[in-house]
């Protein structure tokens, strides 16, 4: 089964495709605050969103012989 790790961030659509505008955030309501500060006019077509990445374990590394 995979793990998934999520990030959050704000978007603004160009052209009719989603655009990112902002880093991406740990949680939901850190997205919420960053948008906030937004004029409100401009704040009205700014979106969240949320992607979802699956988490892979790293590969072991060699043992270097000495």
């Known amino acids: 089964m995979s793990e998934f790790k999520y990030e959050w961030f704000l978007f603004d659509y160009k052209k009719g495709f989603p655009d990112r505008i902002s880093r991406a ?15 409100v006019k401009e704040r009205g077509g700014i979106g969240v969103g949320v992607s979802q990445i699956p988490v892979t374990e790293p590969k072991r590394k060699a043992k270097l012989k000495k």
């Open 25 to 39: 955030f740990k949680t939901k309501a850190g997205a919420e605050k960053a948008r906030e500060k937004y004029p």
